[in-house]
């Protein structure tokens, strides 16, 4: 459906209106915030009014609109994943995607170069500091090597958010943390496994419950050229590679920041616990 202009639904019974995937004129979410009324469900909602020449309307956009979740500075727009606003980015990168406190299941692929993204506590210290609610980055998929943000473009800045392997939302992993609840289900929260990226900056994030390294930056192979400009700086990573291994004590065998294949990084002022080696 679209509406674009009053009142756009009110619900006065009690129970929830089932609304998602309208068009409301607008794409913006404080705009659309005050056209519902009562108790209903309206996210997502469509971030296009564009319609097909066919009977009614028939919507050209997708569904993907919320009001809360990860913003793109260059439309504006609040999407619901950070995938989708990296997505929408322009090609060329040069953007902002700020992300709200909130649990996103994702394996993100960072693509676009020159863009940075800010968690809530982009501006605070992992390892002290009043930290406010967090944003949290979760495995969308459990596997034992998975990455939960793959880097591929240089000048990319990633602060402020909580990265954790440990997704419960999926079934339990046959990897349980060793002195923990957690079960694992990546290997490493950010990682570069591409040639030529340079100018990664890893700020004020708490990497917890992976199988091996909070941060990897690696290169395509043991041959990859050199790579310069990387930040890791203020990090907490912990509980790595905590898991329980019934052949072998694996306990604790992760480390913090792995560099491989001369990719150069300024490493300073993490903290780290539960970790094999820094």
Known sequence: NAVTSGLAIKNEGTGDAAATCNWYGTPYAASIIPLINGLVTYTPFLTSGGDLPATGFQPTGLCEGCITGATLSTTGITYCSIKTAIANAPLTGGATI????GTYNEDIIVNKPSLNFVGPNA??????GTRVAEAVIRPASS???GEIMKVQASNVTIAGFTFDGDNTALPASALIGSGTLATLDAAEAITVYVDNVNNLIVRNNIIKNLTYFGVTIYGASFSAPA?????????KIMDMGTYIDTDDDMSFWGGGVLLY???YAAITNNCMTNVRLG
């Open 261 to 263: 294949n001369n990719q």
């Open 227 to 235: 790579t310069t400009g990387h930040i890791v700086e203020n990090n």
């Open 98 to 101: 700020t992300v709200d406190a």
């Open 123 to 128: 501006t605070v210290n992992g390892c002290s």
């Open 143 to 145: 596997s034992p090597f």
